[in-house]
């Protein structure tokens, strides 16, 4: 029997919603042992002086627990 555990991941990036989903399942990944899945449950833009300055994603992180 598999069980799994989901936690909750904020990431950030200059760049885009895009490369903070990457940088935050790579981290994931790096401190996390079989991560299985992700999926995104909000975004949102930080804005200075009438500019976006970083793009944040919040996402939940699915992995499998160790026997």
């Known amino acids: 029997m598999t069980v799994a555990r989901v936690t909750e991941i904020t990431a950030s990036s200059t760049k885009s919603f895009e490369d903070a989903l990457t940088v935050g399942v790579a981290r994931a990944c790096k401190t996390l042992n079989r991560v299985e899945g992700a999926w995104i449950q909000d975004q949102k833009v930080v804005i200075k ?6 793009y944040r994603v919040n996402m939940k992180v699915t992995f499998i627990l160790e026997e």
């Open 49 to 54: 002086n009438n500019k976006i300055v970083e």
